[in-house]
């Protein structure tokens, strides 16, 4: 989160006089929760001049993140067939070269005892909203068919 807001560099230290130092945690060990560090703004979309502001302040990558983080969340919601939330993490972002974007998404037990993980990518000219917006319901359909049906029994 704090990196997408700028906060930190590619040094290990968080801007700040002095420093502050800090270890990432590799998503590979852990994801963050889906949207995490996207600071979103909304408005009446019949206001003109408020829009145009936010225009000027959106970000691109923040927005092909935070979309496809979202539709992989609503999707394992809306398709999962038990009564109780669990833990769903996903992380989209770009490739280091910046030629693709990398979808990592995870569902797993409250216990943490049975983790899922999907991953999906889009060539980086080719990643829009419509296709964040797509390739994080099909993650989302993924993660939840391989889930099944029992997957939370006992949880919720």
């Given at each position: 989160?704090?990196?997408?807001?700028?906060?930190?560099?590619?040094?290990?230290?968080?801007?700040?006089?002095?420093?502050?130092?800090?270890?990432?945690?590799?998503?590979?060990?852990?994801?963050?929760?889906?949207?995490?560090?996207?600071?979103?703004?909304?408005?009446?979309?019949?206001?003109?001049?408020?829009?145009?502001?936010?225009?000027?302040?959106?970000?691109?990558?923040?927005?092909i993140a935070a979309t496809t983080e979202r539709a992989f969340l609503d999707t394992v919601q809306k398709l999962s067939p038990w009564d109780g939330r669990p833990p769903v993490a996903g992380f989209m972002r770009p490739s280091e070269k910046s030629t693709e974007w990398l979808f990592n998404g995870l569902l797993a037990t409250p216990d943490g005892a049975q983790v899922l993980r999907v991953q999906d990518s889009c060539e980086a000219k080719r990643c829009n909203e419509e296709m964040a917006q797509h390739l994080g319901q099909i993650a989302g359909e993924q993660v939840v068919k391989m889930a099944g049906d029992g997957f939370l029994d006992g949880f919720f």
């Open positions: 989160g704090v990196k997408r807001l700028g906060i930190i560099d590619d040094v290990k230290s968080v801007k700040h006089d002095p420093p502050y130092f800090y270890n990432p945690i590799p998503i590979e060990t852990m994801l963050p929760g889906c949207g995490q560090g996207v600071v979103a703004i909304t408005c009446r979309s019949d206001n003109t001049d408020v829009l145009s502001l936010l225009q000027e302040v959106d970000d691109h990558e923040a927005r």
